[in-house]
C-alpha cells in the first residue's frame, strides 16, 4: 500500500485510512455530512495526491492527444485545461481525465488513481511520433482546496488573483512561499476553489500554510467519502461506477466530449453508434419514497422488470434525499420518467431527473 506525502499527517489528525487506488487514502475526519456542508459552505481540503500526471513534450504532443482522445484539445489555449476520455476500441472507455496545455509544445495529462498503469500503456501505444512522456505521478501531489470561501481564504498566500482564475482555467505561480506551483480552477465538488499541483517535496509546507491562513475561515481537512457525495451532487461521472471499459461516452451522456470533427481512436464506432442511436442511456434520478439507493442496484419498471442498474447513490446531504446516477433503457431516460429502484425485497419509486441535483 503506497502512501502520499500527507498520510503521517491525515493519521495524525485522526482521519479514517482505507486503502484505495492502491493507496492509503483518508475516507473520512469527523464524519461525512459534517465535511460536506464544510465544502458547500466554507472551504475545506482534500489530499487527492494519488491522482496521476503525464507530461507530454514535443511538436506532435497535440497530435498524439488528438488522437487518443475524444475531445478536440486543438482549441486549447496555454493556461487553459478541458475535460475529456480515452476511447478504447471496444465502444467503452479507458479512462477519464484533464488535458492541460502548458506550454507551446507540453501538456499535463491527469488521469484517474486507479488507471495510472493502464492509461500509460494506453498512450504509449500510440505514440509513434516522439513524443516525450514522463510520469510525474509518483514525485507529485495534488491538493483540492474546494469551498465558496476557498479563494477569500487562500488569497494571502500568492501573488495573483485567485479570483481572476475562470473555471477550467489555470495558472503557474507562487503559492505558500513555493515557486512553479500550478493552481487550477477545475474542482470536482461543484462549490468552487481550487487545486495545488506541487512536488512532494513542498506539500508540506504547502499544507500548513494553508490550514493557518484558512483558520479565520473554519478550514477543516475532508476525506473521500465526502468526495462523492459532493461529485454526486453535481451528477460528475465517477470512473469505476458510472463509466469504465464498457460504456460507451454517448451512453454516459458525454457526447460534449466526443468530438467528430477530427479523427480519433474508434470514432467511426462510435459516429455510428450516434447515428443510430443508443439504447441505454445514464440517468440522474430521486427517490420520491424513503430510501437510499447504492451501487449495482436494479432498477425496474412498474411490473417489476429490469431496465437497468444503479451506478452511484447515496443519501444526498445538501439536497436531503436519496439520490443517484444509473443506465436506463433510453425509453426510460426523459425527465420525471417514472422508475424504481429495488432495494432488497421493496421496489422504491424514482423519478428521473435533470443533473445537477445540486443546484446553488
Given at each position: 500500500m503506497k502512501n502520499t506525502a500527507l498520510s503521517h499527517i491525515h493519521e495524525s489528525l485522526g482521519a479514517k485510512m482505507v486503502?484505495?487506488?492502491?493507496?492509503?487514502?483518508?475516507?473520512?475526519?469527523?464524519?461525512?455530512?459534517?465535511?460536506?456542508?464544510?465544502?458547500?459552505?466554507?472551504?475545506?481540503?482534500?489530499?487527492?495526491?494519488?491522482?496521476?500526471?503525464?507530461?507530454?513534450?514535443?511538436?506532435?504532443?497535440?497530435?498524439?492527444?488528438?488522437?487518443?482522445?475524444?475531445?478536440?484539445?486543438?482549441?486549447?489555449?496555454?493556461?487553459?485545461?478541458?475535460?475529456?476520455?480515452?476511447?478504447?476500441?471496444?465502444?467503452?472507455i479507458v479512462d477519464d481525465l484533464i488535458v492541460y496545455r502548458m506550454k507551446e509544445n507540453q501538456y499535463l495529462l491527469v488521469v484517474n488513481a486507479s488507471n495510472i498503469e493502464k492509461d500509460w500503456n494506453w498512450i504509449s501505444s500510440y505514440n509513434d511520433m516522439d513524443v516525450e512522456m514522463r510520469n510525474l505521478s509518483e514525485d507529485y501531489s495534488l491538493l483540492a482546496i474546494q469551498g465558496p470561501k476557498a479563494v477569500e481564504a487562500m488569497q494571502s498566500l500568492?501573488?495573483?488573483?485567485?479570483?481572476?482564475?475562470?473555471?477550467?482555467?489555470?495558472?503557474?505561480?507562487?503559492?505558500?512561499?513555493?515557486?512553479?506551483?500550478?493552481?487550477?480552477?477545475?474542482?470536482?465538488?461543484?462549490?468552487?476553489?481550487?487545486?495545488?499541483?506541487?512536488?512532494?517535496?513542498?506539500v508540506e509546507q504547502i499544507w500548513t500554510k494553508v490550514f493557518e491562513a484558512g483558520k479565520p475561515f473554519g478550514i477543516k481537512p475532508i476525506g473521500l467519502a465526502a468526495r462523492d457525495t459532493l461529485r454526486l451532487e453535481?451528477?460528475?461521472?465517477?470512473?469505476?461506477?458510472?463509466?469504465?471499459?464498457?460504456?460507451?461516452?454517448?451512453?454516459?451522456?458525454?457526447?460534449?466530449?466526443?468530438?467528430?470533427?477530427?479523427?480519433?481512436?474508434?470514432?467511426?464506432?462510435?459516429?455510428?453508434?450516434?447515428?443510430?442511436?443508443?439504447?441505454?442511456?445514464?440517468?440522474?434520478?430521486?427517490?420520491?419514497?424513503?430510501?437510499?439507493?447504492?451501487h449495482d442496484y436494479e432498477i425496474v419498471d412498474a411490473n417489476g422488470i429490469n431496465i437497468g442498474i444503479v451506478t452511484s447513490g447515496t443519501m444526498a446531504p445538501t439536497v436531503g434525499k436519496g439520490i443517484g446516477m444509473g443506465y436506463v433503457n433510453t425509453e426510460f431516460s426523459a425527465p420525471d420518467s417514472e422508475i424504481f429502484i429495488?432495494?432488497?425485497?421493496?421496489k422504491v419509486a424514482a423519478k428521473v431527473v435533470k443533473l445537477p441535483f445540486y443546484k446553488k
Open positions: 486503502p484505495f487506488a492502491g493507496y492509503n487514502m483518508p475516507v473520512q475526519y469527523e464524519g461525512v455530512n459534517a465535511e460536506h456542508d464544510t465544502v458547500r459552505n466554507g472551504v475545506g481540503v482534500f489530499d487527492v495526491s494519488h491522482m496521476g500526471e503525464f507530461l507530454l513534450t514535443g511538436e506532435n504532443a497535440l497530435a498524439l492527444i488528438q488522437k487518443v482522445t475524444s475531445n478536440d484539445a486543438s482549441v486549447l489555449e496555454i493556461g487553459k485545461a478541458q475535460y475529456s476520455c480515452l476511447p478504447n476500441t471496444e465502444g467503452g500568492t501573488s495573483i488573483d485567485l479570483s481572476a482564475i475562470k473555471y477550467y482555467h489555470f495558472e503557474v505561480a507562487d503559492f505558500a512561499g513555493i515557486e512553479h506551483v500550478i493552481i487550477s480552477a477545475t474542482g470536482y465538488t461543484g462549490s468552487g476553489g481550487f487545486e495545488i499541483y506541487c512536488k512532494n517535496s513542498d453535481m451528477g460528475f461521472c465517477l470512473y469505476g461506477n458510472d463509466i469504465n471499459d464498457t460504456t460507451s461516452p454517448l451512453e454516459a451522456g458525454l457526447g460534449w466530449i466526443t468530438k467528430f470533427t477530427k479523427d480519433f481512436v474508434n470514432a467511426e464506432n462510435l459516429k455510428k453508434q450516434k447515428e443510430a442511436g443508443v439504447s441505454k442511456k445514464l440517468v440522474g434520478f430521486e427517490l420520491t419514497e424513503r430510501g437510499i439507493p447504492r429495488q432495494i432488497r425485497a421493496n
